[in-house]
């Protein structure tokens, strides 16, 4: 079975600091890979999708990036972190070029203070 | 550009109680839809997938309905349980440019369901 994975699971960090989140996923290949961002009285908004290695799409105009350097791992960062960032980080996969379902990690509360 | 709206935004009913979560897009123009349930301070959790060319799809006490034309979706949760207390959350599924699908969802705000005992 599929399982996903994000770390860390809470993150406090100041702001101008970097960030780095992880995402990573099992038991499935060629996944297409997301990052959401939920704040609050915001809802979810899509910010990263990722069709292959190396292949990054982003959504919104923002201060963070995202990679991913292996086929099943994905990366959130920033070089430098703002005090709007802070949120909840959920990664997300499916199966490629199947209109099929999204799958959720258990996201990264990250504060910026 | 699509729009989802969920209503009610908050809901609270004593157990047992039959209920219907509401669900609107404004672009009928979608490959599916899909209903999460949020527990606080978890990820989401996939309850159902309804595909554009179907109508509904049950999962044990949970119901969901899709009319693509009208633009509308509801989830029926029959005999409720404190334990369906969450969030729940509607979310459809567009195509990418070109035919190719990335599957990115728009979301709604979400429902706030309390189950009192």
């Known amino acids: 079975s599929q399982t996903i994975h994000q770390w860390p699971a809470t993150l406090v960090q100041p702001v101008g600091s970097p960030l780095s989140l992880e995402c990573t996923v099992e038991?499935?290949?060629?996944?297409?890979l997301y990052w959401y961002r939920q704040a609050a009285g915001r809802g979810l908004q899509l910010l990263f999708y990722?069709?292959?290695?190396?292949?990054i799409s982003s959504e919104v105009p923002q201060n963070l990036s995202a990679s991913r350097p292996q086929d099943r791992q994905f990366i959130l960062s920033s070089k430098k972190l703002l005090l709007s960032d802070s949120g909840f980080y959920l990664c997300?996969?499916?199966?490629?070029?199947?209109?099929?379902?999204?799958?959720f990690g258990p996201g990264t509360r990250l504060t910026v203070l | 550009k699509q729009e989802v709206t969920q209503i009610p935004a908050a809901l609270s009913v004593p157990e047992g109680e039959n209920l219907v979560l509401n669900c609107s897009f404004t672009?009928?123009?979608?490959?599916?839809l899909q209903w999460f349930r949020q527990d606080p301070g978890k990820g989401l959790t996939s309850l159902l997938l309804?595909?554009?060319?179907?109508r509904e799809q049950t999962s044990g006490r949970l119901n969901a309905s899709l009319d693509k034309s009208s633009g509308r979706s509801t989830l029926y949760i029959a005999a409720s349980q404190p334990g369906d207390s969450a969030t729940y959350l509607c979310?459809?599924?567009?195509?990418?440019?070109?035919?190719?699908?990335?599957?990115?969802?728009?979301f709604g705000q979400g429902t706030i369901l309390t189950v009192h005992p």
């Open positions: 997300a996969w499916s199966v490629r070029r199947a209109l099929g379902a999204q799958y």
């Open positions: 038991g499935t290949s060629n996944p297409n």
């Open positions: 990722s069709v292959g290695i190396g292949q």
């Open positions: 672009d009928s123009a979608i490959y599916n």
């Open positions: 309804i595909q554009s060319s179907q």
């Open positions: 979310a459809v599924q567009a195509s990418g440019a070109g035919g190719t699908s990335y599957g990115k969802l728009t």
